[in-house]
């Protein structure tokens, strides 16, 4: 009997503590729980198909040519010595008309001359002595005259002897050659000192 007693004294006491624990305030809750794994990231969708290529733009229209390098450029054929300006024994000049070069067009323009003369194949170029000692060949161009259109060609003898027949006349060879080239024309490739490389530059016959 007394056995009995405790063991329903033990079961009346849990009950007792199964009662309190129960009875916290309404409202109180527990702390959070751990966050729970991430889920697995759903399957990549496929790509749609490419569209389709767009059609190629209209080709543009070819641009003009370029103007030929020597349209501007003004090539005298070899001219014979002619001094109808002045023919004296040690001094001598000639005009060479240029009547294809408008009014003032000498004056904004690079104008080479050159020459040959008796005895020689070689070309010289002016102002210079050519191939004689005693001699100086100049040039002057592009006159302030409103009709000066023409190139003055001067030979004159630097030792005060006469000149002689081989240095002057015509039939012994003695010729000239301008070639007219306008300033924007020039090109920095060439030594227009050298005939041979100005004929070549612009095609200049023999």
């Not at 849990?14 to 959070?32: H, K, N, T, W």
């Not at 450029?73 to 014979?80: C, E, L």
């Not at 592009?142 to 002057?168: K, P």
């Amino acid at each position: 009997m007394k056995q009995a007693t405790q063991i329903l004294k033990v079961t009346i006491c849990m009950l007792f503590l199964v009662f309190a624990g129960c009875s916290a305030e309404d409202g109180d809750i527990g702390p959070i729980g751990p966050q729970g794994p991430q889920g697995e990231q759903g399957p990549q969708g496929e790509q749609g198909p490419q569209g389709d290529q767009g059609e190629n733009g209209t080709d543009g229209a070819d641009g003009a040519d370029g103007q030929n390098g020597n349209a501007n450029v003004i090539i005298s054929a070899w001219i014979d010595a002619d001094w109808n300006l002045r023919d004296d024994p040690q001094l001598k000049t000639m005009l060479i008309p240029v009547p294809e070069v408008p009014d003032g067009t000498l004056r904004n323009s690079f104008v080479a001359m050159y020459l040959r003369q008796f005895g020689t194949s070689s070309i010289y170029n002016m102002p210079g002595p050519g191939r004689w000692t005693n001699t100086e060949y100049s040039f002057t161009f592009g006159s302030n005259s409103a009709d000066f259109r023409g190139i003055i060609v001067r030979l004159l003898s630097t030792n005060g002897v006469d000149l002689t027949e081989r240095q002057t006349a015509a039939f012994r060879g003695n010729r000239f050659r301008y070639v007219i080239i306008p300033r924007a024309g020039l090109s920095r490739e060439v030594d227009y000192s050298d005939y041979e490389a100005v004929r070549e530059f612009h095609n200049l016959t023999e």
